[in-house]
């Protein structure tokens, strides 16, 4: 009975540290410029408009999605405005505007919409494993010393970040 209050306890306790933001652990392990301070700050999921530049819809399991596993969030954008199939990187001018939003540790990009792309941020390295029907790969997006850059997604394609870190890759 009292390793089981042990164990709660300790339980207890990792949680609440786990609850704080983890910002100790990742002072230690990532150095330089924060790019957003809502990278580190989850927040409830904006709603996305209705309809964008390639009608803001689709038919799952066709959508395009990007799912974050990393201790930090991801900025995803809905519509990829350039050419090229999942991977291509592209500037500002590849995505549109508006909607944009933040993805937090376990979330992914809304569901039945098709948000096309995800941002590396300037200076940050991301390991990210794409997926496609019938192939898989993973990638180390390094920004290190340079620019943000954005990633596209196709709409049958999944992107999946499992690490950032600034400076060097995970």
């Known amino acids: 009975m009292r390793i089981?209050?042990?164990s709660a306890i300790a339980l207890a306790l990792?949680?609440?540290?786990?609850?704080?933001?983890?910002?100790?652990?990742?002072?230690?392990?990532?150095?330089?410029?924060?790019?957003?301070?809502?990278?580190?700050?989850?927040?409830?999921?904006?709603?996305?408009?209705?309809?964008?530049?390639?009608?803001?819809?689709?038919?799952?399991?066709f959508c395009s999605?990007?799912?974050?596993y990393s201790n930090l969030g991801?900025?995803?954008g809905k519509n990829w405005l350039c050419g090229g199939t999942t991977g291509t990187r592209g500037g500002e001018n590849c995505v549109a505007s508006t909607p944009r939003q933040w993805i937090y540790y376990g979330q992914r990009s809304p569901s039945w919409e098709d948000w096309d792309s995800f941002r590396v941020d300037a200076g940050y390295c991301y390991k990210v494993t794409f997926t496609l029907p019938y192939d898989q790969w993973t990638e180390y997006i390094n920004r290190s010393?340079?620019?943000?850059?954005?990633?596209?997604?196709?709409?049958?394609?999944?992107?999946?970040?499992?690490?950032q870190r600034y400076g060097s890759c995970p």
């Open 4 to 6: 089981k209050a042990l």
């Open 14 to 61: 990792f949680l609440a540290v786990t609850a704080v933001g983890g910002t100790t652990a990742y002072a230690a392990d990532h150095a330089g410029p924060v790019p957003d301070a809502a990278k580190f700050q989850p927040q409830a999921q904006s709603q996305p408009a209705d309809a964008g530049i390639d009608g803001g819809s689709c038919v799952e399991p």
């Open 65 to 68: 999605k990007t799912w974050n």
């Open 74 to 76: 991801v900025y995803v």
């Open 145 to 163: 010393g340079t620019t943000a850059v954005w990633v596209k997604v196709e709409d049958h394609g999944m992107a999946f970040v499992y690490a």
